[in-house]
Structures are given as structure tokens and as C-alpha cells.
């Protein structure tokens, strides 16, 4: 059996934020729209999806005065923390913790918001 998890996120401004997920992680967008993006890494695997609040209906994404993000981290695992790290400091982009050793993980990793208030953690490539 194959499958694979394609997260979305509701976002206020899906152009906004593909562009910001692009200029942080270089990803590439595979479609795009006003209503929604699908991200992907250099591989072209999928890495999130981005999708317009109220819009299509869907029951979690009609409210976007709700709290976003409310119970959900984006962890994201790279090969790339140096760069990507480097590149948000470049870009000035607010980070919520700079690049430290993370006594469980024994990784390094950094936090930051995205333009919708998601919280994401970086942290270098691992397994569980």
C-alpha cells in the first residue's frame, strides 16, 4: 500500500503566502491560484498546500477570524537547516527562536511564524 499526507493550511492570501514559503524553503509551486497552491521540493514531492479561507466549503476552513493554527506545529526536517536559516535571517523574516540544539531531537532547529500566524519548526534532517 503507498500513500502519502498532502497537509493544507488555510491562508488569508494564498499568492502571499506561496510566495513567502518559496523564498524561505525554495520550494516550487506545481499549481497555483487564488484559491490554491500545491508546494513542492526540488524531488517534486509534495510539501504543503495552501488553500483560501472560505472557500469550497470545507468545514475547518470557513472561518478565518478563528485562531489559526490553534493544536497544530508544522515540523519541517531538512537537509538544508544552515541555508534555510541564513535565508530567513537574510530576509528578515521574525523568528520566534534562533537555530539551537534541541536536547530531545539532538538536532538543530529554529521556530518561526508564517504571514498567517502558523507556527513552524525547523529542525535538521532526521529519523524517529
Not at 499526507?5 to 494564498?14: E, G, N, T
Request: proline share 5%; hydrophobic share 35%.
Amino acid at each position: 500500500m503507498k500513500t502519502r499526507l498532502d497537509p493544507i493550511i488555510a491562508v488569508r492570501d494564498v499568492s502571499a503566502s506561496r510566495d513567502w514559503y518559496r523564498s524561505v524553503f525554495a520550494w516550487q509551486s506545481l499549481h497555483g491560484g487564488d484559491e490554491f497552491a500545491v508546494l513542492a521540493d526540488r524531488q517534486g514531492e509534495i510539501q504543503l498546500c495552501l488553500h483560501r479561507w472560505g472557500t469550497h466549503e470545507h468545514p475547518t476552513m470557513k472561518h478565518p477570524d478563528s485562531t489559526p493554527g490553534n493544536g497544530l506545529i508544522l515540523y519541517i526536517c531538512t537537509v538544508d537547516i544552515e541555508d534555510i536559516y541564513t535565508r530567513v535571517k537574510t530576509m528578515g523574516y521574525p523568528m520566534e527562536a534562533g537555530l539551537a540544539l534541541n536536547p530531545n531531537s539532538r538536532q538543530q532547529e529554529f521556530a518561526l511564524r508564517d504571514p498567517d500566524d502558523y507556527f513552524l519548526i525547523l529542525s535538521e534532517f532526521h529519523t524517529y
